[in-house]
């Protein structure tokens, strides 16, 4: 007890530095927490959602190449196809062009066979299937716009130009915490595609299926590429690679402004603590008593920081959810991830011993008459 008295002396010693170096700690750790989260959202990949038997099937060139819906018949006799079904993307504006979430035209009766995640409840569904202009929404889309069942939805189209309204006859809850509760889904034959033509074919099939989809398409004018949904959803974070790198650099310069930070407050107290160090050796410590003391110091006020960065973390991150809705559209939820935490507080405390090894290691090696000369 004594010692940490001791401890907690030394680092109160000057207490309008010690705040404001904690906020300093605090600030940076939040900002590298913010952006490890992003970091880690991005590349989210569910393993729940993204099983090894649900494929896509997308243009052998390039996504920007349509498929066709009669397709579907050639793969249903592919040995090891349970189930396939053509998708749209809508991409519709929601009120203004920033407000964007997910919407996908899809044929519900196949569909939602491969996709079981995205079921509403038995008589939501059958209200849903239905009507021809009705929308099956996930919940957090209801609880952000406020919508209920029965409300008429109007989306503005962009590949599919015009006004398009919807009634909302279905809500999915979401097989688990994992699933997009942000999605819209209308009526593949509501779009009336020219040619029926469709973005994705979606499969329920074997994995080794895939190769024998792509072989029977190889020598026409629709080569096709088929793979897991895992790896489509891992191919779309590498091409965001660019933008995944540099905010990686920035969470890197924050570690280093925070061991700016904490060395600077460090090297002062280190110099102001120079009278008890000189006594602490006047009176039998040895050099790795002082070196300990000074790195106890320094730690307690990083974990004074990262506590106040975590405490404030929750608020923050649902901020800078709602500002990146505002500037780029969509549903973001950002919520801190254990991994990311535990990173995040490890990364910050190891930066802070790093931060206050060179003062440590100084006042260590302090000789007591010099110390005692600075003194008087």
Do not use: C
């Not at 074919?201 to 029977?216: H, T």
Request: a positive charge; zero cysteines; hydrophobic letters at 45%.
């Amino acid at each position: 007890m004594a010692l940490l008295r001791l401890i907690l002396r030394l680092a109160l010693r000057n207490r309008g530095r010690t705040l404001i170096t904690t906020l300093g700690v605090g600030v940076t750790l939040l900002a590298f927490l913010i952006l490890r989260t992003l970091v880690a959202s991005w590349y989210s990949v569910n393993d729940d959602v993204a099983k090894s038997d649900q494929l896509e099937i997308r243009h052998k060139i390039s996504i920007g190449f349509v498929l066709w819906r009669r397709m579907s018949e050639k793969i249903r006799s592919v040995p090891g196809v349970e189930e396939v079904s053509a998708l749209i993307w809508f991409s519709g504006n929601y009120k203004d062009e920033k407000t964007r979430f997910g919407q996908l035209a899809v044929e519900g009766g196949s569909y939602f066979k491969i996709h079981p995640e995205y079921l509403a409840p038995a008589d939501q569904m059958q209200a849903y299937m239905e009507d021809k202009s009705g929308a099956l929404v996930g919940k957090e889309l209801v609880d952000k716009y406020g919508w209920k069942l029965g409300d008429k939805v109007t989306l503005t189209g962009t590949i599919y130009p015009g006004n398009w309204d919807f009634t909302l006859r279905a809500i999915y809850p979401g097989a688990n915490d994992a699933t997009d509760k942000a999605r819209l889904y209308m009526h593949y034959d509501h779009l009336q595609p020219q040619g029926d033509h469709t973005h994705r074919l979606v499969v329920k099939a074997e994995p080794a299926a895939a190769k024998r989809i792509d072989a029977l398409f190889a020598n026409t004018d629709t080569p096709t590429k088929t793979e897991s949904q895992l790896a489509v959803q891992r191919s779309w974070s590498t091409w965001s690679s660019g933008v995944i790198a540099a905010i990686d650099f920035a969470a890197v310069a924050i570690l280093l402004i925070l061991m700016l930070v904490l060395g600077n407050a460090m090297a002062m107290s280190a110099r102001e603590g120079t009278r008890e160090y000189a006594t602490l050796r006047a009176i039998g410590y040895r050099t790795r008593h002082i070196i300990g003391l000074v790195l106890a110091e320094g730690f307690l006020i990083a974990a004074l920081g990262i506590l106040l960065g975590l405490l404030v973390a929750p608020s923050a991150l649902d901020a800078f959810s709602e500002l990146m809705e505002k500037q780029l559209g969509g549903t973001w939820s950002l919520e801190l991830d254990a991994r990311v935490t535990l990173g995040a507080v490890a990364a910050g405390l190891a930066a802070s011993m790093l931060a206050s090894a060179l003062p440590a290691w100084r006042s260590g090696r302090l000789r007591i008459v010099d110390a005692l000369r600075r003194v008087a």
